[in-house]
């Protein structure tokens, strides 16, 4: 089944520990990107991947770095997590095509993050 | 940039009646226009797309029209059933500048309920 996964689904932690949501998606997309959704703001891009070894800040990067060593994983990881940093989180993927027109975007089931 | 501007909710509607929910977009050049679904608890889904003006999106009842003269691409369905319970996100895709690069922009979301 095609599907972009990540994982944990919930978690809860404290201010400066360092942690990382993992996304892997089993439909060999070139491109990969992390949200984050708040109430009242919608879907906001934190970063992207073209490809492997290519990303790129989105809206809100700041708090977060990504890597992209390989195709199918994208783990979002969090230095030094802060409470406002508490949100929900979705990894996506899309294809793209030889015009490098995309996919419309698969999303994974979100990650529910508390930072306390 | 590009902005994505959607009717505010909550909405809420008895089963069988008509649904629109409102989206307007700002962009340069010709972006693709989509509607996501997000049903509780999990992530957003592809509902509809349309990649050019006057194309029309459908979907499990529900149709959206790309109208470049008044850049909107507005939500309807005849008859919402409980199961349309959800939050819809209007989006807008573009090629963005540069060589490969990617952008897609999402609306704030509106939240439908639908009642028996």
């Known amino acids: 089944e095609a599907q972009v996964t990540q994982n944990p689904r919930y978690l809860i932690t404290v201010t400066g520990k360092k942690l990382t949501v993992t996304c892997s998606q089993n439909m060999n997309h070139e491109y990969m990107s992390w949200y984050r959704q708040d109430p009242g703001l919608g879907l906001r891009q934190i970063y992207y991947s073209m490809n492997v070894e290519v990303t790129d800040k989105g809206d809100v990067p700041e708090g977060y770095k990504v890597s992209r060593k390989e195709k199918r994983n994208f783990p979002l990881i969090l230095e030094s997590p802060s409470p406002n940093q508490t949100s929900l989180y979705f990894c996506?993927?899309?294809?793209?095509?030889?015009?490098?027109?995309?996919?419309?975007?698969?999303f994974g089931n979100g990650t529910r993050l508390t930072v306390t | 940039g590009n902005s994505v501007t959607q009717m505010e909710g909550p909405v809420t509607l008895s089963e069988e009646a008509f649904l629109t929910i409102n989206c307007t977009y700002t962009?340069?050049?010709?972006?693709?226009l989509f509607w996501y679904v997000q049903y509780p608890g999990e992530g957003l889904q592809l509902l509809l797309k349309?990649?050019?003006?006057?194309d029309k999106g459908s979907n499990k009842g529900f149709e959206a029209t790309y109208r470049k003269e008044t850049t909107s691409f507005h939500l309807e369905k005849g008859s919402v059933q409980v199961s349309d319970s959800a939050v819809y996100f209007c989006a807008l895709s573009d090629r963005g500048s540069g060589a490969g690069s990617y952008q897609l922009t999402f609306g704030k979301g509106t939240k439908l309920s639908v009642i028996p």
């Open positions: 962009a340069t050049g010709y972006p693709s």
């Open positions: 349309a990649t050019k003006a006057d």
């Open positions: 996506a993927s899309s294809s793209q095509d030889r015009g490098g027109r995309n996919s419309p975007l698969h």
